[in-house]
């Protein structure tokens, strides 16, 4: 439980308005909830750090795309759609993914009845939360909030923030990035509460996609603080250390570093998710057992125990469908007969991980250093004293002449395919949208904030600005690139010309 819960004068949201998800219009309460820094597992966990020889975090990854495919065009979640269309490709599997999304619900009030000390860490996108809503899915939800909101099952789960439409960050309109990790804790405290949303502190970045341009990342990490997260999750890959080399310590905590192209830094700390993005690594819960072949490592002044981090679709594919039920319940029984499950080798969450090393005496400078990949050959070309924008844009230019691999197209797990190339046609109308988003709105939400008078709604709680805000996000989402040209892209220009519209003649 928190030390100290947010206000109880804290308005009661709803999580449907006007037939969309709430999203936006109470960026004030939302930001006083988050920016607090009350410790959130510390005061219930029940792992003594001492006693761990080394620990483990996993977390389940869900999202299905809205779609415009209803009867009438309607937006609708491509899980309905699946539902609806079940002999289409891989359609048949609608049931059992629902009941993946549910069964995390099931799992841990039972193991923790068994004696057992299980971790999770959830991280679901904003577009299934309203899919499932607008399925009347709603038992679904309800069975999360017993995992999530019951005082008895809060210490072995936690939620992970995330960019409410799936939007991978290096290739999302700078301006949107924060509006998008806004709009998730909107929906996501309309559904759990105010007090759920105050314990969510770390965030996935969608296909752990991480901005290595540095305007980029440092906006992107600028966002991630002032929605109150303390961490964030990277692939080994898509990091370096200062000086361009591979992490020599991807099982500790690191400080990621951000420099713009005017010189500013900023940090934030990350947890590093090793490996590829193998499904299997997470149904055969491989972190438990690579666990077990590690030590405790020095950090600063204090003796701590490494963590394995890593994440995984939770309902994609036969091995986490099928596979995960028995090899997750298996490793806490496990791990319950081994030492009770809070001795040697532990499951642990991010944050609970974070503030009992950090109660133990670590501090992020403390952490080793890293930074997005490739920014070591700009910061090469360009120093401190000489940081302009024009200075790193030269820099790009001349490595990308140099290496034609060189990019700044941002670096995940899917390496092997760009989010950029091949996908102007997306690419285009999603930043003209964008533009015309800000161009439409800035100047409302400039005059509402330099008018000293008030009064009936804001602008963000106004139905119009929410659709239009959710048109933008949407189109934003990585799907309509990760499938291909044909339907995907399709849906994305029909989503592009109702948010064009909408703003052309509304605002």
Known sequence: MLSSSPKTTLPVLSEIIDGLPNISGWEKEVSSVVNQDDPVFLPTTNIRLEEVTAGFAIALHMHQPTIPTGANGELQNNLQYMFEHPYEGDNHNAGPFAYCYSRIADFIPELVANGCNPRVMLDFSGNLFWGLRQMGRGDILENLKRITCNPTYQPYVEWLGTMWSHAVIPSTPIPDIKLHIQAWQHHFAAIFGWDALARVKGFSPP???????????????????????????VQEHSVETLTGQSLPYKHLPHRLVARNSNGETISITALIKTQGSDTKLVAQMQPYYEAKTLSRQQLGKVSVPPIVTQIGDGENGGVMMNEFPSAFNQAWYQMANEGGGKTGVVGMTGTEYLELIEAAGCTPEDYPTCQAIGQHQIWERVSVENCTPEAVANAIAELKQINPNFHMDGASWTNHLSWVKGYENVLTPMNKLSALFHDKIDRLLQGEAESSYSAGESVTQQSSYREALMNNLLLQTSCFRYWGQGAWTDYAREIYQRGETLLQDTF
């Open 207 to 233: 296909e752990m996609h991480l901005p290595n341009h540095p305007d980029t990342l440092f906006e992107f990490v600028k966002a991630l603080k002032e929605c109150g997260y303390r961490w964030v999750m």
